[in-house]
């Protein structure tokens, strides 16, 4: 991946910097990186990159940026497609502006009441975004007037030609005044976007982004068609069937990658994130983790995985559609590494599907379509995980003959067969586990923490409301804590102690027994004051990291 050049260097208008920044992105898009200055310059350009690029902000901002929010007329046009289209972009230009007072985004398209547009153009809108179509009925109407108009942009030109809007769209452009800057972006370059080029525009510079060779290393792909919402319960899914051992996640924002990590922990995986946003010291301790196996998940963008080189990535996660082909490939080329397993999935989302296809022509690789495991499925790998660990026992020889005569007695004297005995043993190694599976349409769930001691990833509980502290199983008059900070990251009992102490004021001698395990502790504290540690501890960290504390249940207690 070269250098691309940050949205800091683009002399950028603050405000949408800031926009940008909190939209998340993190770099400039190749087809951004090459666009963005030659829009602003205020030349006609046709350019051309893939679905799902962001070709939008390409001429979005600069667009912005030439946008007198004084002038009340309409000052720019952009065509689109189809309604949906008109609408996302609507929506990107909104967030792109967020930050510029007075300026008015109206998109128009058809289907949509007329009197209802007819009354919002007479307001004055500096932006409209439309269908060719109702942008020609307006203009016959005279409800949009386009004398102001100094830049008009053709988004997605060649659907649009597709769509048959060639002859609508020369009317449009033969109305505009001849003093205007004509942009044209499109995926694809068929004939006759060249010919209305060569019509409409003046001295055209063409910016495309070149389409490399890329050799795919041999991993397995595999792709999912989800729908956003549902993106991190199926990359749960798929974490608790693969188990890889480290995994990589991609995300395109920043933004994205906070949210997914909060959600991950939120289900009670060992996730951390990593971004620009993030100072040196803080990406070396993530990094830190993720190579100890203390982290093994690790969610990032695309800038900040550069340079990232650990052998043991098992699975590289596209939760987003990466925005070039060689993203694709420097993403997934992080697993499979010295003839280790390696697997790549990916989430699509709609139209992204398209991106995907190009994505596969040009790296030349076959990418599978998988259904979604069901819920069943990853109850099944649970089941065949703990046959595994059964198998493995017998097999070792060890001697079980005390464990044998236990069944022996319960079988002898309470007339259950032996199969009984041992499907009731399954099902409790796999019923913490089992009361988690929830289906997709359910409200947003949470789990707790509880991954056993054996690669029980799948392990997980679902957490307890924060109010029902009967039933901890814990002394009387106590309450036992669940904790997810255990052994593993190096946290021992008096620093638990020693948090719970130091942030509630409670004398550390009223702190009752402490268990401590790999992954987790519990703790008991007194009910009079399990509450207020509750509340004071979810917001400390131990060991750098914020916990989740919450009651323990009967089953996470074993
Ligand atoms: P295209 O028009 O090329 O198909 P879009 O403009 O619709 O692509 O962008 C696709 C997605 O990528 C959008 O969700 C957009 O917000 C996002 N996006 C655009 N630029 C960036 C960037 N520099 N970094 C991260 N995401 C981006
Ligand atoms: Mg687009």
């Known amino acids: 991946m070269e250098e691309t050049l940050t949205f800091q260097d683009m002399n950028l208008d603050p405000r949408i ?25 205020g030349v006609d350009i046709i350019g051309q990159a893939q679905t799902g ?17 004084k002038d009340r007329h309409t000052q720019a046009i952009i065509l689109c497609p189809t309604r949906e289209l008109a609408i996302q972009v609507a929506d990107e230009m909104r967030k792109l502006c967020k930050f510029m007072h007075g300026i008015k985004i109206l998109p128009i398209y058809g289907g949509q009441e007329i009197s209802k547009q007819i009354r919002s153009l007479k307001g004055g809108i500096q932006l409209i975004i439309g269908t060719p179509g109702r942008v020609m009925d307006h203009m016959r109407r005279h409800t949009l007037k386009l004398e102001h108009t100094k830049m008009i942009v053709l988004d997605e030109a060649d659907e649009m030609l597709d769509m048959g809007f060639r002859e609508d769209i020369e009317t449009i ?5 001849e003093e205007r800057q004509t942009i044209l972006f499109s995926a694809t370059m068929p004939k006759a976007i060249e010919e209305i080029a060569r019509t409409y525009q003046k001295d055209t510079q063409i910016v495309k982004v070149i389409k490399k060779e890329l050799t795919v ?5 595999y792709y999912y068609e989800v729908k ?37 922990k939120g289900r009670g995986y060992f996730a951390e994130g990593l971004h620009g946003d993030m100072k040196q010291v803080q990406r070396d301790r993530v990094m830190k983790h993720f190579r100890d196996g203390k982290t093994d998940i690790l969610v990032a963008t695309d800038v900040a995985a550069r340079g990232i080189d650990v052998d043991d990535v098992e699975a590289v996660f596209n939760y987003d559609v990466p925005q070039d082909d060689e993203f ?21 989302v709609g139209r992204e599907v398209y991106k995907l296809r190009d994505i596969q022509r040009y790296c030349k690789t076959k990418i599978k379509l998988q259904p979604i495991p069901s819920i069943k499925d990853v109850k099944n790998t649970r089941i065949e995980k703990v046959l595994q660990e059964t198998r493995a026992i017998i097999e070792s020889e060890e001697d079980l003959s005390e464990m044998i005569n236990y069944i022996e007695d319960m079988v002898n004297d309470e007339e259950y067969t032996s ?27 949470y789990y707790g923490n509880d991954r056993g001691e054996k690669g029980g990833r799948g392990r997980r509980n679902r957490k307890r409301s924060l109010e029902d502290l009967s039933d901890t199983g814990a002394e009387e008059g106590m309450v036992r804590l669940f904790i997810n900070s255990g052994k593993k990251n190096g946290t021992r009992p008096g620093d638990i102690v020693g948090a719970i102490a130091g942030e509630t004021g409670i004398p550390g001698k009223l702190i009752g027994s402490i268990d401590m395990f790999e992954r987790f502790t519990f703790v008991e504290v007194p009910e009079e004051y399990a509450k207020d540690v509750i509340k004071a501890m979810s917001k400390t960290k131990i060991k750098g990291r914020t916990v989740v504390i919450e009651p323990a249940s009967q089953r996470q207690n074993g």
């Open 17 to 41: 910097l800031r926009a940008v920044e909190e939209m998340g992105f993190e770099q400039p898009s190749p087809i951004q990186a090459k666009a963005i200055p030659v829009v602003m310059e």
């Open 53 to 69: 690029t962001g070709k939008t902000a390409a001429f979005g901002i600069p667009v912005l940026h030439k946008i007198d929010p």
């Open 173 to 177: 452009l033969k109305e505009m005044p």
């Open 217 to 221: 290393p041999k991993i397995e792909q």
């Open 228 to 264: 956003p919402k549902r993106k991190s319960e199926v990359l749960s899914r798929l974490l608790d069937i693969y188990d890889p051992k480290l995994s990589l996640v991609f995300c395109n924002t920043k933004r994205g990658v906070d949210e997914l990590v909060e959600d991950l």
């Open 328 to 348: 694709y490939v420097h993403r997934i080329g992080r697993t499979g590494r010295a003839g280790r397993e390696g697997r790549a999935f990916t989430f699509v």
């Open 419 to 445: 199969l009984d005995v041992a499907a009731a043993f399954l099902k409790m190694a796999i019923t913490n586990e089992e009361d988690s599976f929830e289906d997709f349409d359910l409200e947003p769930h």
